[in-house]
């Protein structure tokens, strides 16, 4: 069964702050991973790993990819109020051509 | 402006009574899925279509038909819903499966 695990599943940090973010997945014939933020509405897109220890970068934002251990964090250097939100990795493919699995989430809260 | 818009926002509805929410985006995308989120259960899908009279079932597709007779359109099914599909819902769509979703604003059903 495919499987894609976030931690932790809340965060409570002051801006400022750097957080990290963790995915790990077990998922076959594994091709990309991405990541999403999810405020009051719909997720929207933030990054897609598809090469090892490539960084993505936007902003304040960064990902980077270990296909060998099956894992990919999420950078928030100097938090802002603004960040606050659901943060979701999700993997397309699997044991199902189309489908897509997300992890459970994790809810960042940025205190002033 | 590029988007998916799903229809209704926001439905009230009664147990056993018939329903359809629609999916359309104007990117030409032919991959489109929908999804629904529950508290604590996170994202998980529902159905997914690779093209054109291609649909598949994802990871909770009980009670639910879907169908893909044009590109742009994905409608929801429910023949007959019940109180445990009380949910958000969210229609996506990607110009491939490993690439980037662009969501829809979701739908908010409760069944009596």
């Known amino acids: 069964e495919d499987k894609v695990v976030q931690s932790p599943l809340s965060l409570v940090v002051h801006e400022g702050d750097t957080v990290t973010l963790n995915c790990s997945y077990e998922?076959?014939?594994?091709?990309?991973l991405l990541w999403y933020k999810q405020e009051k509405k719909a997720p929207t897109f933030l990054f897609m790993l598809t090469s090892s220890g490539i960084e993505k970068k936007s902003g304040r934002l960064s990902s980077i990819l270990d296909k060998k251990e099956l894992f990919s964090i999420l950078n928030i250097t100097a938090t802002q109020t603004g960040d606050s939100a659901v943060y979701l990795c999700?993997?397309?493919?699997?044991?199902?051509?189309?489908?897509?699995?997300f992890g459970q989430g994790t809810i960042l809260t940025v205190h002033p | 402006e590029a988007q998916v818009t799903q229809n209704p926002r926001y439905l009230i509805t009664v147990t056993g009574k018939k329903l359809t929410v629609t999916c359309s985006q104007n990117?030409?995308?032919?991959?489109m899925s929908w999804y629904r989120q529950d508290p604590g259960l996170g994202l998980r899908q529902i159905y997914y279509s690779m093209n054109v009279e291609v649909t598949d079932k994802g990871d909770v597709p009980e009670g639910y038909k879907v169908s893909r007779k044009e590109k742009r359109n994905f409608p929801l099914i429910l023949e007959s819903p019940s109180p445990n599909q009380t949910s958000l819902y969210f229609c996506?769509?990607?110009?491939?499966?490993?690439?980037?979703?662009?969501f829809g604003s979701g739908t908010r059903l409760t069944v009596v």
């Open positions: 990117m030409n995308h032919e991959y």
């Open positions: 998922v076959t014939n594994f091709r990309s």
């Open positions: 999700a993997v397309p493919g699997g044991t199902s051509y189309g489908k897509l699995t």
């Open positions: 996506a769509s990607s110009r491939g499966q490993y690439y980037g979703y662009t």
